[in-house]
């Protein structure tokens, strides 16, 4: 193990470092936790320029009450879900498949397809931004979820066919062989064979996914405007546009906004990390 | 009567026998790539097609052959953009020693390392939205924590981003944060499969810190490096939550990149300059595309080993 392991240090040695990893972890954390003293304060405080003082009273409940009864908020939490969702399982259906197809079978187009999707994920978004707004003009879905989640769809199987594919390369390719030795037809080994083995890759990107969608930005201002389509990325600047100089809602009110993917996070680590390591550190 | 159907329907079953491996992949791939080719292949092309266009998104576009990049050309925010854009590709790819340095730092295994470990990616997983607004309070002239404690030094205040000569710096740092965060998780990873027998060896021939790292367990972080920088290099070149929410660009435009610029030419109150925004974004792309070529060429050997 690199670094030596702290177990094998002197005693001082263990000491500071116990001391100092929950130093290290609070200046780490320190933007952020400052926004939750924040969200907790009374508006009064910021007129009196008590911003950093101790509280001169407990008002998280009032203000997240707030966020939640007096605000936009609700809905555009609804509309970001509305897009995330449907969005994860599109894309999670659609590279499941073209991750079948070129993690299996040899044929000539195989990998300049692969790099196609490779490459269309990396490509920087304002390419894009033109044609797509025109194109979501042009089929009637400018300001809607659908058109959103379309194009969210379309760019994520990009990077979920790299991640599937590569992920179905490590399956015992025998299992397939074995299957057609048996005659079974290739949609069922796909469905009854190959599905079942990529669990841990769905959950994964089901994961993954719903973190990038759930935080994306550019596309939200592009491709919709008002809060019955803007998802809550989007609705957070004109949340902060109702409550200027409100710190106390705003930072409710990010807070909130930022807590999906949080939880996300914290209920599916394990997947998570699998995901971001995009399966090349094994 | 059932003999008369048996033949044809095994003729009809043979074929698609034989020709199933060969067409499946093709059946499997076509609403996928349907849908990519439809909304990230075609557009690429067609924004080269709109950046030869003066077009302002509704009425008719007029072709215009290069005219708009020459317009670039004697652009003096377009310049300001590259410039910064350089910027934040340097400086962003501070991200991978300052995530490796925290990986080492955190691997250990002492206890409740595993939640140290997690609150420390922490800031990856908020959008960059909210990592923009606490940003922007956290640099506030007024009650920012970072005049706060500048005050304790005796210095400041400053206006980091209402400064011209700090704000770039400024939001590059805001960036930094999550971005560190990714690459120490990529590293935590990584070091978790270190071959601790070579560490054994390293130690035995009196290797120790700096010599460690760089001979032996740096060579085997390769494949996180190589992530590492893939992540970090697109993330730089599309930086623009960040600009968006915390300047606007401001001030006075000091602190556009091409992606905000391009975003601001095309869909802000300035004028819906269609042509001139695509002008942008091939560029961007095209400085994008050397470092894809380098990434596909990279895996293109993993492939052929």
């Given at each position: 193990?690199?670094?030596?392991?702290?177990?094998?240090?002197?005693?001082?040695?263990?000491?500071?470092?116990?001391?100092?990893?929950?130093?290290?972890?609070?200046?780490?954390?320190?933007?952020?936790?400052?926004?939750?003293?924040?969200?907790?304060?009374?508006?009064?405080?910021?007129?009196?320029?008590?911003?950093?003082?101790?509280?001169?009273?407990?008002?998280?409940?009032?203000?997240?009450?707030?966020?939640?009864?007096?605000?936009?908020?609700?809905?555009?939490?609804?509309?970001?879900?509305?897009?995330?969702?449907?969005?994860?399982?599109?894309?999670?259906?659609?590279?499941?498949?073209?991750?079948?197809?070129?993690?299996?079978?040899?044929?000539?187009?195989?990998?300049?397809?692969?790099?196609?999707?490779?490459?269309?994920?990396?490509v920087p978004f304002q390419i894009l931004m033109v044609?797509?707004?025109?194109?979501?003009?042009?089929?009637?879905?400018?300001?809607?979820?659908?058109?959103?989640?379309?194009?969210?769809?379309?760019?994520?199987?990009?990077?979920?066919?790299?991640?599937?594919?590569?992920?179905?390369?490590?399956?015992?390719?025998?299992?397939?062989?074995?299957?057609?030795?048996?005659?079974?037809?290739?949609?069922?080994?796909?469905?009854?064979?190959?599905?079942?083995?990529?669990?841990?890759?769905?959950?994964?990107?089901?994961?993954?996914?719903?973190?990038?969608?759930?935080?994306?930005?550019?596309?939200?201002?592009?491709?919709?405007?008002?809060?019955?389509?803007?998802?809550?990325?989007?609705?957070?600047?004109?949340?902060?546009?109702?409550?200027?100089?409100?710190?106390?809602?705003?930072?409710?009110?990010?807070?909130?906004?930022?807590?999906?993917?949080?939880?996300?996070?914290?209920?599916?680590?394990?997947?998570?990390?699998?995901?971001?390591?995009?399966?090349?550190?094994? | 009567?059932?003999?008369?159907?048996?033949?044809?329907?095994?003729?009809?079953?043979?074929?698609?026998?034989?020709?199933?491996?060969?067409?499946?992949?093709?059946?499997?791939?076509?609403?996928?790539?349907?849908?990519?080719?439809?909304?990230?292949?075609?557009?690429i092309?067609?924004s080269f097609g709109i950046s030869l266009?003066?077009?302002?998104?509704?009425?008719?576009?007029?072709?215009?052959?290069f005219e708009n990049y020459r317009e670039l050309g004697n652009d003096p925010a377009f310049y300001t953009s590259l410039k910064n854009n350089v910027?934040w590709l340097?400086?962003?790819?501070?991200?991978?020693?300052?995530?490796?340095?925290?990986?080492?730092?955190?691997?250990?295994?002492?206890?409740?390392?595993?939640?140290?470990?997690?609150?420390?990616?922490?800031?990856?997983?908020?959008?960059?939205?909210?990592?923009?607004?606490?940003?922007?309070?956290?640099?506030?002239?007024?009650?920012?924590?970072?005049?706060?404690?500048?005050?304790?030094?005796?210095?400041?205040?400053?206006?980091?981003?209402?400064?011209?000569?700090?704000?770039?710096?400024?939001?590059?740092?805001?960036?930094?944060?999550?971005?560190?965060?990714?690459?120490?998780?990529?590293?935590?990873?990584?070091?978790?499969?270190?071959?601790?027998?070579?560490?054994?060896?390293?130690?035995?021939?009196?290797?120790?810190?700096?010599?460690?790292?760089?001979?032996?367990?740096?060579?085997?972080?390769?494949?996180?490096?190589?992530?590492?920088?893939?992540?970090?290099?697109?993330?730089a070149l599309r930086s623009f939550?960040?600009?968006?929410?915390?300047?606007?660009?401001?001030?006075?435009?000091?602190?556009r990149v091409l992606s905000f610029y391009m975003f601001e030419v095309a869909?802000?109150?300035?004028?819906?300059r269609m042509g001139y925004g695509a002008a942008i974004a091939v560029v961007l792309f095209l400085i994008m595309l050397c470092f894809i070529?380098?990434?596909?060429?990279?895996?293109?050997?993993?492939?052929?080993?």
């Amino acid at each position: 193990m690199f670094p030596t392991p702290i177990e094998k240090q002197p005693r001082a040695a263990q000491l500071t470092y116990q001391a100092f990893l929950p130093l290290a972890l609070l200046l780490w954390l320190l933007p952020l936790i400052a926004v939750m003293i924040f969200s907790i304060k009374p508006g009064a405080d910021f007129g009196n320029a008590n911003y950093w003082g101790w509280p001169s009273s407990f008002e998280g409940f009032t203000n997240y009450g707030k966020v939640f009864l007096e605000s936009q908020m609700p809905r555009y939490l609804l509309n970001s879900v509305l897009i995330t969702v449907p969005t994860v399982i599109g894309c999670i259906a659609l590279s499941a498949m073209t991750g079948f197809a070129l993690g299996i079978y040899r044929f000539r187009a195989n990998l300049w397809i692969f790099f196609m999707f490779v490459a269309g994920n990396f490509v920087p978004f304002q390419i894009l931004m033109v044609p797509v707004r025109d194109l979501t003009l042009d089929l009637g879905l400018y300001n809607t979820k659908t058109g959103l989640v379309l194009f969210h769809i379309a760019f994520q199987t990009g990077f979920c066919t790299l991640f599937m594919r590569n992920f179905i390369r490590q399956l015992p390719f025998e299992l397939i062989e074995a299957a057609r030795v048996e005659g079974v037809a290739e949609w069922r080994i796909f469905w009854f064979v190959v599905l079942p083995l990529m669990k841990p890759a769905l959950a994964a990107l089901s994961v993954l996914v719903f973190t990038f969608i759930w935080n994306d930005y550019f596309w939200a201002v592009v491709l919709t405007q008002g809060a019955e389509s803007q998802p809550v990325t989007a609705g957070i600047t004109s949340f902060n546009a109702q409550y200027r100089a409100a710190y106390h809602l705003m930072s409710a009110g990010s807070i909130v906004a930022a807590l999906p993917p949080v939880a996300m996070f914290f209920l599916m680590q394990k997947h998570f990390i699998a995901g971001l390591t995009l399966g090349a550190v094994k | 009567m059932t003999q008369a159907a048996l033949p044809q329907s095994t003729v009809r079953k043979s074929w698609w026998r034989r020709n199933q491996i060969a067409i499946t992949p093709y059946l499997f791939l076509a609403p996928g790539v349907l849908f990519f080719a439809v909304y990230v292949i075609i557009p690429i092309f067609q924004s080269f097609g709109i950046s030869l266009q003066d077009w302002d998104g509704l009425g008719q576009p007029t072709y215009v052959g290069f005219e708009n990049y020459r317009e670039l050309g004697n652009d003096p925010a377009f310049y300001t953009s590259l410039k910064n854009n350089v910027w934040w590709l340097l400086l962003y790819l501070l991200a991978i020693p300052a995530g490796l340095g925290i990986a080492l730092f955190l691997n250990q295994t002492v206890t409740g390392i595993r939640i140290y470990k997690s609150l420390f990616f922490f800031p990856f997983v908020i959008s960059q939205v909210v990592v923009g607004l606490v940003f922007t309070w956290f640099y506030d002239p007024a009650f920012g924590l970072l005049n706060v404690m500048l005050g304790w030094f005796g210095a400041g205040p400053i206006n980091v981003l209402g400064d011209p000569r700090y704000v770039t710096f400024g939001i590059i740092l805001a960036g930094l944060w999550p971005q560190t965060a990714y690459c120490m998780i990529l590293y935590l990873t990584g070091l978790n499969a270190v071959n601790p027998e070579q560490i054994e060896a390293g130690r035995l021939d009196n290797a120790k810190g700096w010599r460690m790292l760089w001979h032996i367990v740096l060579p085997q972080l390769k494949p996180a490096t190589f992530i590492a920088f893939v992540v970090t290099i697109i993330g730089a070149l599309r930086s623009f939550d960040l600009i968006s929410i915390m300047t606007q660009g401001g001030p006075f435009g000091s602190s556009r990149v091409l992606s905000f610029y391009m975003f601001e030419v095309a869909l802000s109150e300035y004028g819906f300059r269609m042509g001139y925004g695509a002008a942008i974004a091939v560029v961007l792309f095209l400085i994008m595309l050397c470092f894809i070529a380098y990434f596909l060429f990279s895996m293109y050997r993993e492939e052929r080993r």
